[in-house]
C-alpha cells in the first residue's frame, strides 16, 4: 500500500530495520477507530485528516501490546513533512553529511559540527541534519538563538565548559524506567540532572529574551 512505502521511506531514510507485520484488517480497522474517538479535542480533527499516520499509529499500538492507548497519545506532535528536506542514504553518502562505508576517510559534516556536550544534544543533531528545515522562519529562529549565545559569552562558556556536562542521558535513563531496568546508579543520576537543569534555567533567567524564554526557560520551568 501506499501508506506502507511511505513509512518504509522513512524508516531506510534513518537506517532502520524493519520487520514486515500484516494484522487482520478489520482488527486494524478497529483501532484505527479507537485512536480516533481516544484522541484529545484538540487533536480529533488533526489525527482524521493525517490517515497515514493513524494506521502506522494502529499498527504500533497492536505490536505494543500491554501499553494503554490513552499513554501512546499523550505526547503525540503531527509535523509538517513539507517543512523538512529529506534525504535518502544516496544524498547522505554524496554530501558527506554522516560518515559512510564510502566515505569513512573523510570527514562528514556531522563530525565537524558536532560540539555536542550532552548524548540527546548529539541526538538532535543527527536529528536536525537528517532533515533540514525549508521554513525560512524557522531557520531564522534557530540562527537568533545561535546569536543570542554568541553575543552572551559567559552563558555560553558556563553552559558548554560546566552545565551541560553534568547532564545524564535522560532519555536512555526514561527508557530504562518504562522496561523496568533501571538501577540505583540510573535514578541517582537523573535526580543530580534535575538539579543541574534547576540551575542552567536560573542562569537563563538572568539573560532571557523572548524566543529564549519560549524555547528554553518556558519548558524547563514546566518540567
Not at 501499553?67 to 506532535?77: A, F, G, S
Not at 570527514?107 to 538532535?124: M, P, Q, V, Y
Not at 560546566?162 to 524506567?177: C, G, N, T, V
Request: hydrophobic fraction near 35%; include cysteine.
Amino acid at each position: 500500500m501506499k501508506w506502507s512505502n511511505q513509512v518504509k521511506n522513512v524508516m531506510e531514510r534513518n537506517k532502520v530495520l524493519c520487520n514486515e507485520f500484516q494484522p487482520k484488517k478489520s482488527e486494524l480497522d478497529k483501532v484505527e477507530e479507537d485512536i480516533i474517538r481516544s484522541s484529545p479535542s484538540n487533536k480529533k480533527q488533526a489525527y482524521a485528516n493525517h490517515d497515514i499516520a493513524v494506521k502506522a499509529f494502529a499498527s504500533l499500538k497492536m505490536q505494543a501490546k500491554g501499553t494503554e492507548l490513552e499513554d501512546m497519545m499523550k505526547n503525540v506532535e503531527f509535523l509538517n513533512s513539507q517543512e523538512f528536506i529529506r534525504f535518502n542514504y544516496k544524498a547522505d553518502a554524496g554530501l558527506h553529511i554522516f560518515e559512510t562505508l564510502e566515505s569513512y576517510n573523510a570527514i562528514s559534516l556531522f563530525k565537524l559540527l558536532n560540539k555536542t556536550r550532552t548524548a540527546g544534544g548529539e541526538r538532535l543533531l543527527q536529528r536536525w541534519l537528517k532533515q533540514p528545515l525549508t521554513s525560512k522562519e524557522r531557520i531564522c529562529e534557530r540562527l537568533d538563538i545561535v546569536e543570542y549565545f554568541v553575543e552572551n559569552l559567559n552563558v555560553r562558556k558556563t553552559l558548554h565548559d560546566s552545565s551541560l556536562r553534568k547532564i545524564p542521558d535522560f532519555e536512555s535513563i526514561a527508557i530504562r524506567i518504562c522496561d523496568k531496568r533501571a538501577q540505583l546508579q540510573d535514578l541517582y543520576k537523573a535526580y543530580l540532572g534535575v538539579k543541574e537543569v534547576r540551575l542552567l534555567t536560573k542562569l537563563l533567567e538572568g539573560h532571557e529574551t523572548s524566543l529564549v524564554h519560549d524555547y528554553f526557560t518556558n519548558a524547563l520551568r514546566k518540567k
